[in-house]
């Protein structure tokens, strides 16, 4: 049976990747969160709009709860993937503080709901579903996109961690300098 510890902590973990996600902006000028750093455009301002963008949508309408803001619809195909970038009319504070209310209403929603609540979400092939398979899933997906600014901001800066605390600048490139030679004595032979 699924409780109210599993909830609270599958919660619990989801504001902390929340906030790493957003600590990924921290020190870094407008060029460099706006910059597009893979072959698809993948940039770090654009990952916390898309992560606003779905966890509004699962952790809203999903559940009969929208989202108070306006949102493209999810089946509108020539909107598919404009959540990834920031246009040039959006600004960082824009989209960090949306990314913070929508918290709020997914916070409100996993609060109010009881684990085992049922939503539908009409974009999966099952699309009968419960908070559980909801929190797992919008827990994943930010995990991943997590891992997708730690890389993004060690090509920007060399950071890495989930703050700046955990990697101190002073000791940060003789580390790498290191973990560099390692690597580099298996590739040599």
């Known amino acids: 049976m699924i409780d109210d510890y599993a909830k609270a902590h599958l919660h619990s973990q989801l504001r902390q990747l929340r906030e790493a996600v957003i600590g990924k902006l921290d020190g870094l000028c407008e060029y460099d969160i706006r910059r597009p750093l893979t072959a698809t455009g993948t940039n770090l301002l654009g990952l916390v709009k ?7 949508r699962y952790l809203g309408e999903v559940f009969g709860r929208p989202f108070p803001e306006p949102l493209p619809r999810w089946d509108d195909l020539e909107k598919r993937g404009t959540d990834m970038w920031a246009t040039e009319h959006e600004t960082r504070e824009e989209i960090i503080d949306r990314y913070r209310r929508v918290g709020e209403h997914a916070d409100a929603t996993i609060t109010a709901l009881a684990i085992d609540s049922p939503g539908h979400v009409p974009w999966w092939p099952r699309p009968d579903v419960q908070l559980f398979n909801v929190l797992v899933h919008i827990l994943t997906e930010t995990s991943r996109h997590a891992g997708h600014a730690d890389f993004l901001r060690e090509q920007l800066d060399n950071s890495t961690g989930t703050t700046a605390a955990l990697c ?11 973990c560099r030679a390692l690597c580099q004595t298996g590739l040599s032979t």
Do not use: I
């Open 50 to 56: 898309h992560l606003s963008t779905w966890e509004s």
């Open 168 to 178: 101190p600048s002073a000791r940060r490139g003789c580390h790498l300098a290191a």
